[in-house]
């Protein structure tokens, strides 16, 4: 496995907290399955799988209040399904009448490090190598470069990215116990997608996640 450490930073982030459902409240710290999405925005390739190591978390945890708007409905797929069928049904949400303001609970002046590791897949080309993936992603890292723009839970709270200059990531000098926090989502079975949990703990200012125990 080769490593990356990926420097993120930005006005506000939000990492919902799975068991709130009308107001939005953060987690103090980014989940791995948030900064997973943050570098694959960097890069994504099907012949690679990232697993997040480490998030080092450099300001002071703050929070903020702010309201956001939001629409009150979604289209669903039995909908999808019967327009697909004939059913002469609309396929839109007219925003004007769906939408809300919802207060939200969101950090606020986050920076952190990234560091991701990374495995290859059974979906590689033949000519597909790890040394090949490591210098297209410290390119694309150096440059700038994305897919699509990186947030920080919310599309509205964009990232701003760079590669990390190398030496010791200076963290928060802070010790918490975080509780059970969103790991990621177990994709095996497509008809029955869980959420997979752990117990998040900052030490020194650092979330470690490479070996932690993952409850389904």
Not at 72 to 82: E, F, I, Q, T
Not at 143 to 167: D, N
Request: charged content about 25%.
């Amino acid at each position: 496995m080769l490593m990356i450490q990926l420097e993120v930073w930005g006005d506000y982030a939000l990492f919902a907290r799975g068991e709130l459902k009308v107001e939005r409240v953060s987690y103090d710290v980014p989940t791995p399955s948030a900064a997973r999405g943050i570098v694959e925005s960097v890069y994504f390739h099907p012949g690679l799988r990232w697993k997040i190591r480490r998030i080092y978390v450099m300001n002071p945890i703050r929070f903020t209040n702010i309201r956001r708007n939001e629409v009150k409905g979604k289209l669903s797929a039995s909908d999808a399904l019967s327009a697909m069928q004939g059913s002469g049904k609309d396929l839109y949400l007219v925003s004007s009448q769906q939408i809300v303001q919802r207060a939200a609970m969101v950090l606020r002046d986050v920076h952190y490090v990234i560091e991701a590791e990374f495995e290859m897949t059974d979906r590689a080309a033949p000519g597909d190598n790890p040394g090949k993936f490591q210098d297209i992603v410290t390119r694309r890292m150096a440059r700038g470069q994305a897919y699509s723009t990186p947030y920080f839970g919310c599309r509205e709270f964009p990232a701003h990215f760079r590669p990390w200059r190398g030496g010791p990531v200076p963290t928060i000098d802070e010790n918490r116990d975080l509780g059970f926090m969103l790991y990621d989502f177990d994709y095996s079975d497509p008809q029955n997608i869980t959420p997979m949990y752990f117990h998040a703990r900052l030490e020194n200012g650092v979330l470690n996640t490479a070996d932690c125990e993952v409850f389904r």
